[in-house]
């Protein structure tokens, strides 16, 4: 079994930074495809972009391009998420989520989920 754990969220102004970490255990991600989700309060769950299996390879929602920044370690057995110029909007948990096999954007297709990190974007 795969067990995820994102850290790294927290408070900060509109324009800032923030980077977020997924830690697996229990197994190596290499063959695992990596994605991140966000969901802010009354809406539903967000795909933000995804990293193949051999870290070759990202797909963002059109939203994050050019903000966000997916890469992979396999080595350290671990993904991170990169995101600059943040907004409010950018407001959510984010979730770090795996599965065997190809990058998707559906979250339904992801067998593993970490428990989320909280981000707050002010104005």
């Known amino acids: 079994q795969l067990q995820l754990v994102e850290s790294g969220g927290g408070m900060l102004q509109a324009g800032g930074s923030l980077r977020l970490s997924c830690a697996a255990s229990?197994?190596?991600?290499?063959?695992?495809?990596m994605a991140w989700f966000r969901q802010a309060p009354g809406k539903e769950r967000e795909f933000v972009g995804a990293?193949?299996?051999?870290?070759?390879?990202?797909y963002y929602a059109d939203s994050m391009k050019g903000r966000f920044t997916i890469s992979k370690d396999n080595d350290k057995n671990s993904a991170y998420l990169q995101m600059n110029s943040l907004k409010p909007d950018d407001t959510a948990i984010y979730y770090c989520?795996?599965?065997?096999?190809?990058?998707?954007?559906?979250?339904?297709?992801?067998?593993?989920w970490g428990q989320g990190t909280q981000v707050t974007v002010s104005s």
């Open positions: 229990g197994r190596t991600v290499v063959g695992y495809a």
């Open positions: 990293i193949s299996e051999h870290g070759t390879t990202t």
């Open positions: 989520a795996a599965r065997e096999g190809s990058l998707t954007n559906a979250a339904d297709r992801y067998d593993f």
